[in-house]
């Protein structure tokens, strides 16, 4: 069982990355392979526009940090993305991230039964902190959970720890943990 984490934090033990590293620890005690990317400690650019995804190879055209990380999504069981939400969304560097999956997709994607490029059978968790309470910012999740349905990620989790009111509430982040650890074991098997 091969799991890929995805940490959009720019703080390495900021309460997404706790989390997120929580379930990595958990899954490898169960038998997985993590491999766990910080996208603030990567060298990448965003979505260019190019389409050359679309209309000449299957893949993004861009050769840098994310190329490999892409990559391993592809061969991936389980994806993890984990990310605090900054003035209503994702951080910038999870979004800049998010915009180059769109390679993921297959040209006229939603006219298609297939849209995603990716295998079928994928697991997938999103995690998602933030300060404000548990009714601020729900749409972030719908959203992102969207597109890990587009994809083809058909057995999907959300976390969502709210109320954080420093850089790593303690409480808040250990109410948590069983939760995680619930999910981690349904995942890896």
């Not at 990355?17 to 379930?23: E, I």
């Not at 893949?59 to 490999?68: F, I, S």
């Not at 933030?130 to 009714?135: D, G, L, R």
């Amino acid at each position: 069982m091969n799991v890929v984490t995805i940490l959009g934090s720019p703080r390495k033990k900021g309460s997404s990355s706790t989390l997120a590293k929580q379930f990595n620890e958990t899954a490898i005690a169960k038998g997985a392979t993590v491999k766990t990317y910080n996208l603030n400690t990567m060298d990448f650019r965003g979505c260019q526009g190019c389409m050359v995804c679309k209309t000449k190879q299957d893949e993004c055209v861009l050769k840098d940090d994310l190329t490999q990380v892409l990559k391993d999504i592809h061969e991936a069981d389980v994806l993890v993305v984990s990310s605090p939400i900054y003035y209503h969304s994702i951080t910038a560097q999870m979004k800049t991230f998010w915009d180059r999956t769109y390679s993921f997709l297959n040209p006229d994607f939603f006219n298609r039964t297939d849209p995603s490029r990716l295998p079928a059978g994928k697991k997938s968790l999103l995690i998602l902190t933030q300060a404000a309470p548990e009714s601020s910012h729900s749409k972030v999740a719908e959203e992102y959970n969207y597109f890990l349905n587009f994809y083809g990620f058909k057995e999907n989790e959300t976390i969502r720890a709210c109320g954080l009111e420093g850089h790593n509430d303690a409480d808040v982040i250990a109410a948590n943990f069983s939760q995680i650890e619930k999910v981690a074991e349904k995942f890896i098997k």
